[in-house]
């Protein structure tokens, strides 16, 4: 939206990256079922609509079976107030229970009708940026289509402004740079981190977790088993040392298979797995924590009735820890992932898989989420499992299944990008599938890898599209970069494709001279590999061209665009899509180059035959009748330029709605046409409205809302 100077809004057409251009999808294939669609469809996309009453944002984790409530430690947390309380592991161990401490705690906050409660899986930076898009929307805050990264500007301006008795919490925090920026500096909301990271201990009032007392290890075992043998209780806790995570995964295998503490010590004592459980720096679990997560994983698959529990854990072990939606688990028996069911193959329908993933929360080897939608598993039994898997030779071809599905998704993803929360989940997925599973890829496991790769890609590409953070799709997108020039070599399409989609991360976040380098590249190896008329090769040059024109080398800018144009109406046809939007972009530059005769024909043209081609609200038919008078408009065309806003305008909002942001984008530029003219009377309404929809729809500090206020207030000075 302007900030006064009344440049148009132009639609997104310059860089072109097609979906899935030159990443083959991997040889899992891409199978397609009704399953996957109600994942992509059904994933939790919270309402932009704001929220009246007690809002409550994210997956609350549900409270295991004999909880204990660690009173105290809830009164810490009470009396820290308002600011930052860290719940972090006296020891630095996973599985103390930190993240029920959190839980519990959120839990009485929603029942005491807190304003806000937000729980956020913080253990990377991308899934932060997602959990506080889900909050932003849930508030009712920013619109639909917002970047992560404003969305969570807006949450933290939001909690400054007005967060009395709001609580948000970030759980499992591994990356406190990233999070710092979102924190709130100053206000009444409250932030809870939990984390075994030592750094994160200085954010706020600190609130230390160890594991539990003998008293509270003995309640729960006994509470949670019927056995009142004290003397064997203590024993157990003790060999176990007290972990609550420990201590509950044998309490499932007692009650389940009516044991005496004494039989379940001497199996416990009896079961070699040095092998499936590494020592990691900072980890120093008790004697008994990888025993007591495969005793009972091997009693609930001894008591599974679907023959599906062993597939569905290895399924958990590999994807994201912040959670898996029950859509995705569904989705994944048509795909082919569970195919150790035997004669039970064909029970892998929901109806069975809600049953196996019931058996397996009962035997506390997985837990839901928030209203059951979210399936999730401690860190600790991911990677006991992993490794577990590792070393029988089996992990890499769960993996192949996984990436099939994955694909499959991919694939499947709608581009209009109506589900925005399904499209982050589905990255936050590949991400952590290859977090997992890359380190156990040897020389054996080519396909895989390459599967692997290829998923990699799409994650970097959907990431672009998005456009949450340039840093993020930075971050994944260098690495897969290198491994595409090591494993498919320099001029493979995928190995230059992955350079394309870094180079647009890279222009992304400003990083212009990088961006032309890789570009540069990118367009002479699709000339030698592909040809000159390729299309992706016109891709390349339409994508160099757009970052000239951006890095203010117009000359050069307009050389490729004039050719990439050429080009397409001889390959393409005069009105194929990608023509149309070479013509636009070749305006675009010959206007930023004052060449407004030209630009004004070119986008007449374009005009024209995209209301013949695509209709006449097609928002690229909005896009370029928007694009033409602005161009009007820069030329001192006025009443040409006004009259096209005005159509654009009341096209947006039969097609879009009132308060749309190119609704309103689009009524900004009318009134700055208005005021242009010296038509202050009609400009001004114009501009009230417009700030009073985007303070409702934006939030007050939103970018738009604050130029808005900005065209406003010059109205108002240039009608004295």
């Known amino acids: 939206m302007s900030g006064g100077s009344g440049a148009g809004e132009r639609p997104a057409v310059r860089v072109e990256i097609p979906f899935g251009q030159g990443v083959q999808i991997g040889e899992g294939g891409t199978q397609n079922n009704t399953f996957i669609q109600t ?4 994933v939790i996309q ?5 929220v009246s009453g007690p809002v409550v944002a994210g997956d609350v984790p ?5 909880f204990q409530p660690r009173a105290d430690l ?11 309380s860290v719940i ?3 020891t630095g161990m996973r599985g103390v229970g930190k993240t029920q401490v959190a839980a519990t705690y959120a839990r009485s906050c929603i029942d005491e009708g807190w304003r806000l409660v937000a729980w956020i899986n913080a253990q990377d930076t991308a899934a932060v940026l997602s959990g506080l898009a889900v909050v932003a929307a849930r508030l009712g805050i920013g619109a639909p289509d917002e970047h992560a990264e404003d969305a969570a500007a807006l949450v933290r301006s939001r909690l400054e402004a007005d967060g009395e008795r709001c609580l948000v919490v970030f759980d499992n925090l591994a990356d406190l740079d990233g999070l710092r920026p979102f924190l709130p500096a100053t206000g009444k909301s409250q932030v809870v981190i939990t984390s075994t990271g030592r750094s994160v201990a200085y ?4 609130v230390p977790v160890d594991v539990f007392s003998e008293g509270e290890a003995l309640a729960f075992l006994v509470q949670r088993t019927g056995r009142a043998d004290a003397a064997g209780a203590v024993e157990l806790a003790r060999e176990l040392g007290c972990l609550p995570l420990a201590l509950a995964q044998a309490a499932a295998v007692i009650a389940a298979q009516r044991l005496d503490y004494w039989t379940y010590l001497y199996r416990v004592r009896s079961l070699p797995v040095r092998d499936y459980l590494t020592p990691a720096a900072g980890e120093p679990y008790p004697h008994g924590v990888a025993q007591a997560v495969l005793l009972s994983l091997e009693a609930a698959t001894a008591a599974d009735r679907t023959g599906l529990c062993d597939a569905l854990i ?4 590999l994807l994201s820890p912040a959670g898996i939606p029950r859509s995705l688990v569904h989705a994944a028996g048509p795909a082919g992932v569970f195919p150790d069911a035997g004669e039970k193959q064909h029970a892998a329908d929901p109806h069975h898989i809600d049953e196996a993933l019931g058996h397996l929360a009962d035997a506390s080897l997985l837990t839901f989420g928030g209203d059951g939608s979210i399936v999730s598993m401690h860190r600790l039994i991911m990677r006991v499992i992993r490794e577990r898997r590792a070393r029988e030779g089996t992990l890499a071809a769960t993996g192949s299944a996984i990436c099939a599905l994955l694909s499959a998704v991919t694939q499947s993803l709608d581009q209009s990008w109506r589900n925005r929360t399904t499209i982050r989940d589905t990255v936050g997925q590949v991400i952590a599938l290859n977090y997992h599973l890359a380190p156990h890829l040897g020389d054996g496991h080519a396909t895989v890898a390459r599967q692997l790769l290829s998923l990699r890609g799409w994650a970097v590409w959907l990431m672009n599209e998005l456009g949450d953070s340039a840093a993020w799709a930075i971050e994944h997108g260098e690495p897969h970069v290198t491994d595409c020039e090591r494993v498919l070599g320099d001029t493979h399409p995928s190995t230059i494709t992955a350079r394309s989609n870094l180079a647009h991360a890279y222009q992304e976040a400003g990083r212009l001279d990088r961006a032309i380098s890789l570009y540069e590249r990118t367009l002479t190896d699709r000339e030698r590999v592909l040809g000159d008329t390729h299309p992706d090769t016109l891709g390349s040059r339409n994508n160099l061209a757009h970052a000239y024109q951006e890095a203010g080398r117009l000359d050069r800018a307009i050389s490729l665009f004039e050719r990439t144009l050429t080009d397409r109406e001889r390959v393409l046809g005069d009105t194929h899509p990608r023509t149309l939007a070479s013509r636009s972009n070749l305006a675009s530059a010959y206007q930023d180059a004052g060449r407004l005769a030209e630009a004004i024909s070119l986008y007449e043209r374009t005009l024209t035959d995209r209301e013949r081609v695509l209709g006449d609200t097609h928002p690229d038919t909005l896009g370029s009748r928007n694009n033409l008078a602005h161009a009007y408009q820069d030329a001192g065309r006025l009443d040409q330029a006004i009259s096209l806003y005005e159509r654009t305008l009341t096209d947006y909002e039969r097609v879009l709605g009132d308060t749309h942001p190119s609704t309103l984008a689009s009524r900004n530029n009318l009134a700055r046409a208005y005021q242009d003219a010296g038509r202050l009377d009609q400009a ?3 501009f009230e409205r417009t700030l009073t929809d985007c303070e409702r729809v934006l939030g007050d500090t939103h970018p738009d809302t604050l130029a808005s206020r900005n065209n406003l207030a010059r109205a108002y000075q240039e009608a004295g």
Do not use: E
Request: proline letters at 18%; zero cysteines; a positive charge.
């Open 39 to 42: 994942y992509i469809a059904q």
């Open 46 to 50: 919270p309402s932009s609509s704001p």
């Open 62 to 66: 549900l409270p295991p079976a004999a």
């Open 74 to 84: 809830l009164a810490a947390l009470r009396k820290s107030g308002p600011g930052v």
């Open 88 to 90: 972090r592991s006296v």
């Open 203 to 206: 954010l706020g009032t600190p």
């Open 314 to 317: 290895d399924l958990v072990a």
């Open 684 to 686: 001004i309404p114009l």
